[in-house]
Every structure is written in structure tokens, then in C-alpha cells.
Nanobody
Framework: QVQLVESGGGLVQPGGSLRLSCTSS????????IGWFRQAPGKEREGVSC????????IYPESVKGRLTISRDNAKNTVYLQMNSLKPEDTGIYYC???????????????????WGQGTQVTVSS
């Protein structure tokens, strides 16, 4: 039973934009810290963004800072990852994950998260 669903991936040219969505029919996402991760072929899964349950805390690694933005729409039970100025090295499968956490806390480390979606492919290529 799939409980987290990512969507919005696709093929985009360098410099382009995509908006990924993460939604759930089982979890109220506003109760959880949310992380977005990506995994390129032959590489480990890396965190690209996270947000606390209230959205008061967001974290980005230097490699994506200023280009990726995580946001929530609790009315739609959806978390978004807006990706701008995409580069070929952003290519990979993007996953969202949830974690029960204290208010204001989130983590960029995959081992911290409890439930995962099945991922959506993002390919940045000309």
C-alpha cells in the first residue's frame, strides 16, 4: 500500500524548472517533518531539502541553496519542491519522506526518516 506519492518529475533542459509534489492519503503531512531526497545512478541517496512540521525550519545543502525551495500546502495535504535553474547534476530519482519530529526540527539524513514514497524521475539534459 503506497502511502506517500511523489509526482511532477520529467525531462527538462538545463536552466529549466520543475515543481515536485508529495502527497498522502494516509498521513496528515502537517504533522510530520518532511524531507526531499535524490539518488543518482551509482550514488548514495542525498538530502536536498527538509522542512519541519510547522514549516518554520527549512534546510538546504549548499549544492541546491537558492535554486530549490520546499513549501507546504496543508489544505491540500501536499508538500512541494520547486526546482529552478536545474543542472545536469540534479538528475536522479527524487523521493519524499516523513518523520515524526519535535516542532521546528527536520533532518537532511535519510536514516532519520520513517516512511518513503516510490520516487519520481528528474532528468536534466539538453
Amino acid at each position: 500500500q503506497v502511502q506517500l506519492v511523489e509526482s511532477g518529475g520529467g525531462l527538462v533542459q538545463p536552466g529549466g524548472s520543475l515543481r515536485l509534489s508529495c502527497t498522502s492519503s494516509s498521513f496528515t503531512l502537517g504533522h510530520y517533518a518532511i524531507g526531499w531526497f535524490r539518488q543518482a545512478p551509482g550514488k548514495e541517496r542525498e538530502g536536498v531539502s527538509c522542512t519541519s512540521n510547522s514549516g518554520s525550519t527549512t534546510i538546504y545543502p549548499e549544492s541546491v541553496k537558492g535554486r530549490l525551495t520546499i513549501s507546504r500546502d496543508n489544505a491540500k495535504n501536499t508538500v512541494y519542491l520547486q526546482m529552478n535553474s536545474l543542472k545536469p547534476e540534479d538528475t536522479g530519482i527524487y523521493y519524499c519522506a516523513i518523520k515524526t519530529a519535535a516542532p521546528g526540527y527536520c533532518s537532511r539524513y535519510a536514516t532519520s526518516y520513517d516512511d518513503w514514497g516510490q520516487g519520481t524521475q528528474v532528468t536534466v539534459s539538453s
